[in-house]
Structures are given as structure tokens and as C-alpha cells.
């Protein structure tokens, strides 16, 4: 008899993660659910809370009565450390940076795929599985794994997983990639999946009622320092309260007073100073992206074309990349874009296939 084929399942406690594991079971793998304690939180605290997160108590008890419906085997896992330094740390330094970082796809990259796939080493198994809608295909011809959007337009999540690498992608299943939301929500429901009604988490785990500025404030309150919100020339036009509460295109909360609506256009960490201008020039085309993973082929040396997007809610746009070595490029969008912000990422797209993506790390004025 061929012995089944064993896969760690992350386990978030939501459908998503629940029907991948029920799916996978279904195919014939071993499935192990595991649900990892990411942030530190005392149990009053959690029961104040009015959002719950993807990886909080009450969603890792979820993922166990989950693993009790499905019959397989549940475990809890404490990545708090790894998750601090590689995410928390990251996301708190950049803000006071200046930049606006995207802490999902960090975690992905250093905890979901990196931590969790070594993990899943130590336990023998043979792969790792996520609720992402994306997919993961090998090209016979490049002789290399592909990440491709997932077919449902409204919740393709491959722009958070560029950073994946060949062998991430070659341990990795996500069979929700072919599946619509609500066919999964339909999956779940018919298998009597008590998270079959359970809402998504929408704000990031470590800050579950959205307000990045109040956190940001109270870990490091020494680093908040005011000062001056001026224009292109220059000008002074009114105090801002310290660069953590601001972000590219930012209209409210400048309180200036102004014959035209103004928005920040640019964040200067050396000067500390919020430069604002109007709608028209929060728009550009050109910028520098860094630390790119390039997924589609080894490495890109020629100039080519794409589709551009440079946030998850942001659509997609046709630009020129201009390679400057193997983890740099010069982007140049073909029309003006809105609010290309430091710290967010840039993932390029051939159709559905991810060629790869990086950090926008400087705007051209």
C-alpha cells in the first residue's frame, strides 16, 4: 500500500484555511492542521477586543474544532518570536521611515513560507498548504514553478506572494486557486464546517482595530516629533504631528486650511518634514523598485513590459521595467498613477503568471 503523501496545513481558523484542509483530506494526503500564536496578548485583553484576528485565541480555537470535524490531527505552534522580529520590527521601522510597509506579504515571506516550510521539514512532511487563491503550476519548458492568479478576479491574492521562492512554490498547495469565494463558502457549508459563516479578517493581526498610528505611538513614543507640513515651495503651511500618521495621497487629518483640497505628495524622514501639493500631483510614473524576487524566469536583464500593480486594491497598469541588476529595477508606467507610496510593493504580471516584484523604495518627482 502507497503511503499517503503528508501536508501541514496552516490553519488560520477562517473557511478559507478549513476547506483547504478539508480538500486536501479529500484528495488522499495526510493532512496535519497547524495554527500558530503570532502575537503576544494576554487573555483580558482578548476578551475585550471587538475585532478578532486571523491568528487570535478565539480563531486558533476555531482551526481546533475544525480539526475535530475533519478527523485529523491539530497542533498549535508559537512563532511570536520569529513573527516580532521578522514583521512587527520591520513594519514599526519603516513607518518611522517614512514608508508605508505591507506586513501581510512580509509574513508571508519569513513566516508562512520560510518559518513554516522548515517546520514542515522537521515533521516530515511532504509539503505545506495555505487558503490563498492563487496557483502554483510547473512549466515544463522553463523548467520552473509558475505563481498564477487565482481564477476568482475579486480574490486573487498573488500580489502578497511574489516573494515565494522556487522551492517554497515546489512544497506549496493552494488548491482554493481554483475555486471562487463563494463556491467555498458553499464547500464549507455543506460539510458542516462551523466556520462556514465566519466573517474575514480585514486589518492586520497585530493591530486588530486599524489604527497604525496609536500602536506605532505607543511602542516607540520618543520617536513621534512633530514638524513642519509645507508645499513645493517651500512654504510653510502647518505642523503635522509626526510623520507615523501620514502616508502618500493622505487628504485627512492635515488640518491646514486651503483654498484647494491638498493631499501629502511626498514624506521627508531626514527633515521630517510632510510636503503637500495638489490631487494632480499625487500622480507619477516613474520609481525604483528594490529586493525583487523574480518567480517567472531566474533573473531578468533585457527591458521589457507589464502589467504593474502597486498595491492589492490598486489595478493593474501597463509599464516598462528597466533592469538594473539582478534584485533592481527602473519602473516607468505608461500613464500616471495615483499614490505610488516608499514601502509598498511593485508585482509585475504577464497575464496571470507573477514574473515578479519588489519594494518601491524611491518615487521621481
Known amino acids: 500500500m ?6 501541514i496545513v496552516a490553519m488560520s481558523g477562517g473557511v478559507d484555511s478549513s476547506v483547504t484542509a478539508a480538500l486536501l483530506k479529500e484528495k488522499g494526503y495526510e493532512v496535519i492542521g497547524l495554527t500558530y ?4 496578548s494576554d487573555d483580558s485583553n482578548l476578551q475585550r477586543r471587538k475585532h478578532e484576528t486571523c491568528c487570535g485565541f478565539r480563531a486558533r480555537m476555531d482551526a481546533h474544532q475544525v480539526a475535530i470535524k475533519l478527523n485529523i490531527s491539530h497542533y498549535m505552534a508559537d512563532y511570536r518570536e520569529i513573527f516580532k522580529k521578522t514583521v512587527v520590527e520591520y513594519f514599526c521601522n519603516e513607518y518611522f521611515e517614512g514608508r508605508t510597509p505591507n506586513p501581510c506579504i ?3 515571506q519569513y513566516v508562512k513560507f520560510g518559518y513554516l516550510l522548515e517546520h514542515a521539514k522537521k515533521l516530515g512532511a511532504d509539503f505545506i498548504a495555505t487558503g490563498h487563491y492563487a ?3 510547473y512549466d515544463e519548458k522553463k523548467k520552473r514553478y509558475l505563481l498564477k492568479k487565482g481564477i476568482d478576479p475579486k ?8 516573494t515565494m521562492s522556487q522551492e517554497q512554490l515546489s512544497k506549496t498547495l493552494m488548491p482554493l486557486g481554483e475555486y471562487t469565494k463563494r463556491k467555498v463558502r458553499e464547500i464549507a457549508r455543506n460539510l458542516g464546517l462551523p466556520v462556514a459563516w465566519r466573517a474575514e479578517s480585514q486589518e492586520i493581526c ?5 489604527n497604525y498610528s496609536e500602536f506605532l505611538a505607543k511602542i516607540r513614543p520618543n520617536d513621534v516629533k512633530p514638524g513642519p507640513i509645507i508645499n513645493k515651495r517651500g512654504e510653510i503651511l502647518g505642523q503635522h504631528k509626526g510623520i507615523i500618521y501620514y502616508t502618500i495621497g493622505q487628504r485627512k487629518g492635515l488640518e491646514i486650511s486651503s483654498e484647494r483640497p491638498l493631499y501629502v505628495i511626498s514624506i521627508d524622514k531626514k527633515t521630517n518634514t510632510i510636503v503637500v501639493g495638489e490631487d494632480k500631483e499625487v500622480y507619477r510614473n516613474e520609481f525604483i523598485v528594490e529586493e525583487i524576487n523574480w518567480i517567472m524566469e531566474e533573473k531578468k536583464e533585457k527591458p521589457f513590459k507589464a502589467k504593474v500593480k502597486i498595491r492589492y486594491i490598486h489595478p493593474e497598469a501597463d509599464a516598462d521595467i528597466i533592469p538594473m541588476n539582478q534584485n533592481r529595477a527602473y519602473v516607468r508606467f505608461l500613464t500616471p498613477q495615483r499614490a505610488i507610496t516608499p514601502g509598498q510593493s ?6 496571470d503568471i507573477v514574473i515578479g516584484g519588489g519594494v518601491i523604495k524611491e518615487v521621481k518627482s
Do not use: E
Open 2 to 7: 502507497m503511503k499517503k503523501r503528508k501536508v
Open 155 to 162: 480574490k486573487d491574492q498573488s500580489y502578497f506572494l511574489y
Open 135 to 137: 496557483r502554483i503550476v
Open 106 to 108: 512580509r509574513c508571508n
Open 37 to 40: 500564536n503570532l502575537w503576544p
Open 346 to 351: 511593485a508585482v509585475f504580471y504577464d497575464g
Open 206 to 210: 497585530f493591530i486588530p482595530d486599524g
